[in-house]
């Protein structure tokens, strides 16, 4: 088993105004899911955006040779499901969790669902 990346848009605003200074929301995200600790082969990784900025608070999951998987519309009391379907993603050989295992967010949030990348010839 590979080990999963968990990407978390620190730039999302998730529709709110944001005071100059003050965190966005999808950084908030991010320190939530830092402080609840990632699941065994799952690393969380802040990035500055998904281009997912019509969805709220997004995710994605990925790791070599797998499906990889946005999510959005994610918000603070999310953060047990994310870890969960993090830790369950991370246990799959493909990346493809079967639907009824994922959590609700997943199942209903999914933004994109990405193929593995084809080694170079």
């Avoid at 969790?97 to 010839?121: C, G, H, M, Y």
């Amino acid at each position: 088993m590979t080990g999963a990346t968990l990407y978390v848009c620190t730039t999302c605003k998730a529709g709110e105004p944001v005071p100059e200074g003050a965190p966005r929301p999808g950084s908030r995200l991010h320190a939530a899911l830092l402080a609840a600790g990632a699941p065994e082969g799952v690393r969380i990784v802040a990035v500055e955006c998904l281009s997912a900025c019509d969805n709220g608070c997004t995710v994605s999951l990925s790791k070599p040779g797998a499906w990889s998987y946005v999510y959005g519309r994610l918000a603070l009391d999310d953060v047990p499901a994310i870890l969960e379907g993090a830790r369950r993603y991370a246990a799959t050989a493909d990346g493809i969790v079967p639907w009824r295992d994922r959590p609700t967010v997943f199942r209903k949030q999914s933004i994109a669902r990405i193929p593995p990348l084809e080694p170079n010839p």
